[in-house]
């Protein structure tokens, strides 16, 4: 397969989704797509991911790539202002979404409101992403920030190393049941693959 | 320097034990409820409102000290005879439809009631119906929508819509807020203000009511 121009194109993406681009072998099936991955740990401060993300779309701008971004919307407006930027977003608000598929995600959401979404970084992550900083060890923080969740979906992705003991716990953590929905990388394939 | 000096410091540490003691301490002095709220709990919120807009602190510190201000408030509160204190304003408050999500509509809730507002907090999952029927029961001057969630955001333009055609509209003004939510947005649905955080939502919600 070969690029539709030879004007290379830039993913600049969420790093959650490094294992997924890696197990699509996109690299090799478009020799002219590079990629930028920025830390999922800039999700705690909004403002910061801003402007790591900013800055590096700059940066592919001014080699005169076309840019994708593989990023939910994970701070306010991003499809305006990558639209403004001139820069192709990945459809979905979230990387769940985007990995899930439209339907699938709009289904869990339907049947339970309360659903709490976690993917691999985050579960091997939540003490530096979520209890730290949220003071979550603080029963009374717990039920502030987790009252109205019922249920933690685990969004398994093929790459996953075995993380369903770990999930359990965080499910025991914050009290609430585990589902577990594997994601087979088809939706995001189509999504990249349309784009690139 | 205030006279609340040490109340203001436990309500900004969010030490729930040590505040209480300073209201009923102030209390015990013969002051001023009205002083005691406006000069120690009211001017303690401005600060943690200031301080998490500059991001020097963060949500579980501004929970603890609006749950804190909220201690103090239930000695106050008795202690407060009918036209002691005029209330700023009414505001109803809510989470729209589809969104569970009620930190941030909490804290402004809280910090609006700190700052002298009168607050109905209508909960999450709130219909624009609901908001309806609340704003007509209640007659606010201020309906405070929040969502969290990009895909729950056009539930936000829906309850404007619902508002305008219930004929109440230009009796309230609408303000929005929540993590996906931009000033820009407030202006293209046609809110009237924006918050962009608990602190800047009571600034705003002052400006609305013509007393910033």
Same mark, same amino acid.
């Given at each position: 397969m070969t690029t539709k121009t030879a004007k290379r194109t830039r993913i600049v993406a969420c790093g959650v989704f490094k294992p997924a681009i890696e197990h699509l072998r996109l690299a090799n099936r478009y020799p002219n797509l590079r990629f930028t991955y920025l830390p999922p740990v800039l999700h705690i401060t909004p403002q910061k991911l801003e402007q790591h993300l900013l800055r590096r779309i700059t940066a592919a701008q001014r080699k005169d790539e076309r840019i994708i971004c593989l990023y939910? =919307?994970?701070? +306010? !407006?991003l499809s305006n202002v990558c639209q403004y930027q001139g820069v192709m977003k990945v459809p979905g608000h979230s990387c769940y979404e985007m990995l899930l598929g439209n339907e699938r995600f709009e289904q869990f959401i339907d049947e339970t409101a309360g659903t709490y979404f976690l993917e691999k970084d985050l579960i091997i992550n939540f003490r530096e992403y979520c209890i730290e900083p949220l003071e979550l060890d603080d029963e009374e923080m717990r039920d502030c920030y987790f009252q109205h969740y019922r249920k933690l979906l685990y969004v398994r992705q +093929?790459? !996953? +190393? !075995?993380l369903i003991s770990q999930a359990h716990d965080l499910a025991d953590f914050l009290e609430l049941s585990l589902s577990v929905s594997d994601a087979d990388y088809s939706h995001l394939e189509k999504s990249l693959i349309r784009l690139i | 320097m205030s006279e609340f000096k040490a109340l203001i410091e436990a309500v900004t540490k969010g030490d729930i034990s040590k505040a209480v003691a300073e209201t009923q301490k102030a209390i015990d002095a013969g002051g001023f409820i009205q002083a005691i709220i406006d000069e120690g709990l009211i001017a303690a919120m401005d600060e943690v409102g200031d301080n998490f807009s500059k991001g020097t602190i963060f949500v579980p510190q501004m929970l603890r000290s609006a749950k804190t201000m909220q201690e103090c408030m239930k000695l106050l509160e008795p202690l407060?005879? =009918?036209? !002691?204190t005029s209330s700023k304003g009414k505001v109803i408050i809510g989470t729209v439809k589809g969104d569970l999500h009620d930190i941030g509509k909490n804290l402004v809730a809280m910090m609006m009631e700190g700052a002298g507002f009168t607050v109905t907090d209508l909960g999450v999952d709130v219909s624009p119906e609901k908001f309806v029927q609340k704003a007509q029961e209640v007659e606010p001057d201020i309906v405070a929508i929040s969502a969290l969630l990009s895909t729950t955001m056009p539930a936000m333009p829906q309850t404007i819509e619902a508002l305008q055609k219930a004929g109440i509209r230009d009796k309230v003004k609408v303000i929005i807020g929540g993590a996906p939510v931009t000033a820009k947005y407030a202006q293209e649905i046609k809110a009237d203000s924006y918050g962009a955080d608990a602190g800047s939502a009571v600034t705003e919600a002052k400006k609305l009511m013509g007393i910033s």
């Open positions: 939910g =919307e994970c701070i +306010p !407006d +093929p790459t !996953d +190393p !075995d | 407060l005879k =009918e036209g !002691d």
